[in-house]
């Protein structure tokens, strides 16, 4: 259901701080134009920590409106106490909404078994899909391919975000998951490799700035048109990089600004990239826009 690009929505803001929904409805205009799959609402990038409950729901409300269902639309609902995951999720008005993007718990560092229960609550809690979000960079905790494996049996256990980095690991994933569990990229700049090896998109933070050339090239590697793909992953791996430098989604909303669809504007604790780090990222972007 979720195969192809994914993109990890930003929340624009105005020079206020709040949420700038104009910036909003053009941002998404710029995703369906762009030829991406599906939108993710409230993701890491989209500063949930940050948002209050009422702001991520108008947030969504807003997508869902300018969106009129046109990509389907995946909503973000994690956190590391159970329970109030599972009530919010329960409790949370899905209609319009295609799956739940949920982060495997943080800070707390469960075992992998503590995992398992953990995602065994939300998969009773929903008829939606879910989506498993393994990033052990924010979480300090992996899932391993055998804990994403067990999970992948679950009934409503649809595909896993992989942003551990280990290609081992995903290759096992791939190698033995159910037929209809897809493996998503959750590392803009490793999307190719994994799609090589047969994974099946991505969730992306890039393609809020470049949606026709990252869609351009996911859809290549569907179709096994590597050399088409290399030409796209090559003419955006440096600007990728240059994106995360000094954190996410900072560099990315310097392009964002650039394009005219919103400020640079973030919330504290997330502050603004560098000079110098801004200076590079306009830069390669009028590379790419040249190229």
Do not use: W
């Amino acid at each position: 259901m979720f195969k192809g690009l994914g993109t990890a929505l930003i929340t624009p803001f105005k020079s206020n701080g709040d949420i700038d929904f104009n910036a909003l409805s053009d941002l998404v205009n710029s995703q369906i134009k762009g030829g991406v799959d599906t939108l993710v609402v409230m993701g890491t990038t989209g500063e949930s920590a940050v948002l209050t409950k009422d702001e991520k729901r108008a947030v969504l409300d807003h997508v869902l409106e300018v969106n009129a269902g046109k990509l389907k639309v995946v909503y973000g609902i994690g956190g590391n106490n159970t329970r109030s995951v599972v009530d919010e999720i329960r409790s949370f008005d899905m209609g319009g909404v295609d799956g739940i993007l949920s982060v495997s718990p943080y800070y707390n560092k469960p075992t992998q078994q503590g995992i398992v229960e953990h995602y065994k609550m939300i998969d009773g809690a929903t008829n939606k899909p879910v989506i498993i979000y393994n990033v052990p960079g924010r979480t300090s905790s992996n899932l391993t391919a055998e804990t994403i494996l067990e999970l992948a049996e679950l009934p409503n256990m649809c595909a896993v975000k992989e942003a551990s980095g280990n290609m081992e690991q995903i290759m096992e994933v791939i190698r033995n998951r159910p037929d209809n569990f897809l493996v998503l990229s959750g590392d803009d700049a490793i999307t190719l490799p994994i799609m090589a090896v047969g994974g099946d998109g991505v969730i992306s933070v890039v393609s809020n700035a470049y949606p026709s050339e990252f869609s351009k090239m996911v859809r290549a590697c569907l179709k096994q048109d590597y050399e088409l793909a290399n030409q796209y992953h090559y003419l955006l791996l440096p600007q990728i990089q240059n994106l995360f430098k000094e954190g996410n989604p900072g560099g990315v909303k310097e392009i964002t600004q650039e394009l005219g669809l919103g400020s640079n504007v973030m919330r504290m604790p997330l502050v603004n990239v560098s000079p110098e780090l801004r200076k590079e990222l306009l830069a390669e972007h009028d590379r790419i826009k040249n190229a």
